[in-house]
């Protein structure tokens, strides 16, 4: 009897019958509640169906009937790896590799977990194994591209997304990523145009139409702007996944629109745990203390700003911690800003659950971040609430949208009054500025001429070095009109790459300044 069920059960389940395939492995299990296939093959249907709890809990109990089918343990660290638990999934990846060694697919998810637990050279060479075993897999050329980019190599991920898409073309995983690459080079032309193939062959592919404006941005290139905008905003109107916060900052005039893209990206990549680290206890320490939250903690802008504020906490009321999960670049900078923490802990190669339960440990009264929506941020650590409060300052002084972040600190400017009601977070007013600044900072000893920056020797010099992506038409529109109102005056630019220049230069001709007006740095 059972058998017969049984192969009734496999048969709905290869023609993709999922609910009749659970409902007869679950007659299985009802007349032999050990039937190790029942259990895992109900596990399995239970992981296409996207229930990855219930299928790691089944396979779990077949895995305690039989423990030599390296199937199992494979599918049991699938199911993991989407409930975003790395080191679980990790575990049966290694088990499964133990009972079978050429499972290639093991060796890649294996790769992917390193990767999300940082320990990225590790990956790498998981992902090589893979390739040496399946030299034509899409799926892990595109992963090892993935891993490299982290890594900051980005030719080297480039080729590797290559290698993917000249199997499979179409692959718009492989050209989200490749594109993504591009830009990390400055390719702008280039990361453009894979992101407009990603829309053509999947318009609605998440962040896709948000990363293709960015790279207009950064190249300048204005001549969909205004649509752009539109469809962005009309996107987000519909609730969908178009673009990222930190694009979207500077691409939106909305205040509103601007709560709904941070809230739209907390709910599908960083929701708040329901499971919080921190459940209401009352820390009673001698000192405060006190988290601060970044990948920046070297030769970078933050610490520029940040470095005397460390150095000047009160010692006797506070205890400083530092967090770190940047690059150690030995620069003076880093020594000092060590120096500055009673403790200062790098966590490159924690998990964001790893790290934020580090914290609770260490039982964190106040924790900072640094980052914001910036590049390489971490918020996933603040969503499994490790501390009472969480604060969010300085590197990104846009709403985070998550239930997670108590406070924001800024000032009126920053925030004006009346875009208040789109920030969820409370908001802490500094009297002045909000941006602090190191007084230790050097200046140059060296007296510059403008003929040795490339400026003409007299004229009034207006200048802004913003990244190109900041620079929007209205805003270049009132800079022409402030050198056609001042005719012996340039305006001074960053250099940051040919497209951009170019695209300028052209900008300016049509608002009828010379192109030599504009100065590159």
């Known amino acids: 009897m059972n058998d017969s069920v049984l192969q009734n059960a496999m048969r709905a389940h290869q023609t993709g019958n999922l609910s009749e395939a659970a409902r007869l492995y679950g007659e299985v299990l009802r007349g032999d509640p050990r039937h190790f296939q029942a259990l895992f093959a109900l596990g399995a249907v239970y992981y296409q169906a996207g229930r990855f709890e219930e299928a790691q809990r089944l396979i779990a109990n077949a895995i305690a009937i039989n423990p030599r089918v390296p199937e199992a343990f494979f599918t049991r660290g699938c199911a993991f790896q989407r409930l975003n638990r790395a080191p679980e999934a990790l575990a049966c990846f290694d088990q499964a590799l133990a009972l079978k060694p050429n499972l290639a697919d093991a060796h890649t998810n294996r790769g992917m977990c390193l990767m999300a637990l940082n320990r990225d050279e590790q990956a790498l060479e998981s992902l090589d194994l893979a390739l040496a075993l399946d030299p034509a897999n899409v799926g892990t050329w595109n992963n090892r591209g993935c891993v490299l980019h982290k890594m900051g190599r980005y030719d080297d991920a480039i080729a590797a997304f290559g290698k993917a898409l000249v199997s499979v073309p179409r692959s718009v995983e492989a050209l989200v990523n490749r594109g993504s690459a591009y830009g990390a080079l400055k390719r702008y032309g280039e990361a453009a145009n894979d992101f407009q193939r990603v829309l053509v062959i999947d318009p609605e592919f998440a962040y896709a139409r948000g990363n293709l404006i960015l790279n207009r941005m950064q190249a300048s290139d204005w001549r969909h702007f205004e649509a752009d905008r539109n469809a962005i905003s009309s996107g987000l109107a519909a609730g969908k996944r178009i673009i990222y916060p930190f694009i979207n900052v500077a691409l939106s005039r909305s205040p509103a629109d601007q709560l709904q893209c941070a809230r739209l990206w ?240 052209r900008e300016a001709e049509a608002h009828g300044i010379a192109a030599n007006r504009l100065v590159f740095a």
């Not at 000893?445 to 040795?452: A, I, L, S, V």
Request: with cysteine; glycine share 6%; hydrophobic share 40%.
């Open 266 to 505: 907390v709910a599908h990549q960083a929701p708040l745990s329901p499971a919080p680290l921190w459940r209401g206890e009352i820390y009673r320490h001698e000192k405060i203390r006190v988290a601060y939250i970044s990948a920046d903690f070297h030769a970078h802008a933050t610490p520029a700003l940040m470095a005397g504020v460390f150095e000047q906490h009160d010692r006797g009321r506070f205890e400083l911690i530092a967090l770190s999960f940047g690059p150690d670049d030995k620069s003076e900078m880093r020594t000092r800003v060590k120096a500055a923490f009673d403790r200062f802990i790098d966590v490159r190669e924690k998990s964001d659950a790893e790290t934020a339960l580090l914290m609770r440990q260490m039982e964190i009264d106040i924790a900072v971040d640094l980052k914001g929506y910036t590049k390489d941020h971490r918020s996933g650590i603040f969503a499994h609430r490790p501390a009472p409060i969480q604060a969010s300052y300085l590197g990104y002084p846009g709403t985070m949208g998550a239930p997670y972040f108590d406070y924001i600190i800024a000032d009126a400017i920053v925030i004006p009054d009346d875009q208040r009601p789109y920030y969820t977070e409370k908001i802490v007013h500094l009297p002045d500025s909000y941006q602090c600044n190191d007084s230790r900072r050097a200046i140059a000893g060296h007296r510059f001429t403008r003929r040795e920056v490339g400026l003409p020797d007299s004229g009034f010099v207006f200048c802004c070095f913003n990244n190109n992506y900041k620079i929007t038409p209205e805003i270049f529109a009132l800079w022409m009109r402030l050198l056609h109102g001042v005719p012996v005056s340039v305006l001074w630019l960053l250099e940051d790459n040919t497209e951009a220049m170019r695209n300028l230069k």
